[in-house]
């Protein structure tokens, strides 16, 4: 009789002997399947080495799984022979040594083994994963299999710190388009993070693994990670995509992001992705495109506020109710005639001191900071440190307000330089 345990490596199952009804030994396993477009955790298979091939044993064949062997119901004769693995996710073959994206950790590891967990179902055993071992652990299990008797192995590893993932936590990379698609894998727990996080790991990954991953992602997901990579990365990574793809991400960026990225990008790709783009925001971008990238004009975004004088605080409010641009390009309202010249500004904050009838025009200051479409970054910067700025308004010759350039701008701007 197999004596049920708790938990049970990968590393020890591969090659464990498996007994059937009858408790005839029928073969060995050679792999773990799951089949993530049913149960994304469950084991479905084992795929058992016998003297007539390879066949698959269901798990729901399972009476039970030992530290060295693995006992099932039926005959061997009777489990259906192992005719494609396509749609199955082999765990020796697709996990061990392969990079993973740990949810928690925020980073990408290598799976050094998977812990697996018995369930007990109506005198039947079900096989799910519970967790990756990233560290020495399951390092030491695998290296030393064969070479040691396996309780001294457990021993010695028992020793070892645990670094494990929990497999609700886990992100895998295919770079198969077709095979990823098919195993349904998607990056639902990796959409969840902060940009700057998606950003930290693709940056971390292997070309082939970014693009794949980086290519996976939705829309508004890949334009918010994609202003936060290295510009060097982001010129790899959207030309490894299709221009229509590249255009949806490009019309999610803010307008001066998209207008840095397809200036670095080589003419005729930018020219590709423009001509994809929505008339108003190929119209938006294509303007940015014409400025000196290390102008004002060239760090300026052309989302922003911008309501007459006349109006009120309620009027303000209903106008942020609708804005749709980024939320940094809010901390201040601007005012400007019926010419579009700047008048005014009032900071955000103004809006929940006053009433509602309140007219904007009361509460703008007396001086109005801004800065012409050529002033250099370098005194842009400066302007920002000077007057503790959130944001700046960018005129043109004739005091038109054509742009703003917030914060997270030139916080951008100094980290390049860095």
Not at 54 to 70: A, C, F, H, N, P
Not at 202 to 209: I, K, N, Q, S, V
Not at 291 to 298: I, K, L, P, R, Y
Not at 347 to 369: G, Y
Request: glycine letters at 6%; aromatic letters at 4%.
């Amino acid at each position: 009789m197999v004596e049920n345990v708790a938990e049970v490596a990968l590393s020890a199952m591969i090659g464990a002997p498996v007994y059937d009804g009858s408790g005839k030994l029928a073969g060995y396993v050679r792999e773990v399947a799951i089949s993530p477009r049913e149960d994304s955790s469950r084991v479905s298979d084992l795929v058992v080495k016998t003297s007539d091939g390879d066949r698959l044993l269901s798990t729901k064949l399972l009476s039970g799984v030992g530290e060295r062997s693995i006992r099932a119901l039926g005959k061997s004769d009777e489990w259906p022979p192992l005719v494609s693995s396509e749609g199955m996710l082999l765990l020796e073959r697709d996990l061990l040594d392969q990079q993973i994206i740990d949810i928690n950790g925020r980073k990408v590891v290598r799976v050094n083994d998977v812990e697996l967990r018995p369930e007990p179902v109506n005198g039947t055993l079900k096989l799910r994963i519970s967790q990756v071992d990233v560290g020495l652990r399951g390092a030491v299990r695998r290296l030393l299999k064969g070479l040691a008797p396996p309780k001294a192995i457990e021993v010695l590893a028992s020793r070892m710190p645990e670094r494990a993932i929990p497999w609700e936590a886990v992100d895998l990379i295919e770079t198969d388009p077709a095979r990823r698609v098919h195993l349904k894998l998607e990056y639902e727990r990796l959409s969840r993070l902060h940009p700057a996080d998606i950003a930290d790991i693709l940056e971390e990954l292997a070309p082939a693994e970014r693009e794949a991953v980086f290519g996976s992602l939705n829309e508004e997901i890949a334009a918010e990670a994609l202003e936060e990579i290295d510009p060097r990365l982001q010129v790899e990574l959207m030309s490894s995509i299709e221009s229509d793809k590249a255009a949806d991400i490009v019309e999610e960026m803010d307008p001066d992001a998209a207008a840095d990225l397809l200036g670095d990008l080589p003419e005729h790709t930018s020219d590709e992705i423009l001509e994809e783009m929505e008339p108003e925001e190929r119209q938006e971008v294509a303007e940015l495109l014409a400025f000196q990238e290390n102008t004002a004009a060239g760090r300026m975004t052309t989302e922003y506020l911008a309501l007459h004088p006349e109006a009120t605080i309620g009027d303000a409010i209903d106008k942020l109710r609708q804005f749709e641009g980024e939320s940094e390009t809010i901390s201040t309202i601007f005012l400007v005639d019926a010419n579009e010249v700047l008048v005014g500004a009032v900071p955000l904050i103004s809006l929940v001191l006053a009433p509602a009838s309140t007219r904007l025009s009361t509460l703008t200051p007396e001086h109005i900071i801004y800065c012409e479409a050529g002033t250099g970054e370098r005194e842009v910067a400066e302007m920002f440190d000077k007057y503790n700025l959130l944001s700046l308004p960018v005129v043109d010759e004739q005091q038109h307000l054509t742009g703003v350039i917030t914060a997270d701008d030139i916080i951008s701007l100094l980290r390049s330089h860095i």
